[in-house]
Nanobody, 115 residues
Framework: QVQLVESGGGLVQPGGSLRLSCAASVSIFSISVMGWYRQAPGKQRELVGT???????TYVDSIKGRGTISRDTAKNTIYLQINSLKPEDTAVYYC?????????WGQGTQVTVSS
């Protein structure tokens, strides 16, 4: 079993920055791929980006150039840094990890971008 605990969400003004954290209960070396998803109200959940063996991929065009996925292996934690936040970034952000062919999800953390 893998537990993923997200934190770092909150209310931020447009143009601000946030760093979301996802702490895993196991070594992230044992997790094949970890990723960040988000789901805005009334919209489908979308894959923001992934990190695997330190290599990151960003899938959402509007996040490219503003978002950075990183990891701290000592803390079993991955991060999503988003700069220049826009109201369109408002969503619940979810952490995901895959181990032994099984996907695990965090509880989600709310990000609200509003003045």
């Amino acid at each position: 079993q893998v537990q993923l605990v997200e934190s770092g969400g909150g209310l931020v003004q447009p143009g601000g920055s946030l760093r979301l954290s996802c702490a895993a209960s196991v070594s992230i070396f044992s997790i094949s791929v970890m990723g960040w998803y988000r789901q805005a109200p009334g919209k489908q959940r979308e894959l923001v980006g992934t990190i695997s063996n330190g290599v990151t991929t960003t899938y959402v065009d509007s996040i490219k150039g503003r978002g950075t996925i990183s990891r701290d292996t000592a803390k079993n934690t991955i991060y999503l840094q988003i700069n220049s936040l826009k109201p369109e970034d408002t969503a619940v952000y979810y952490c995901n990890g895959r181990q032994r062919g099984v996907e695990y999800w965090g509880q989600g953390t709310q990000v609200t971008v509003s003045s």
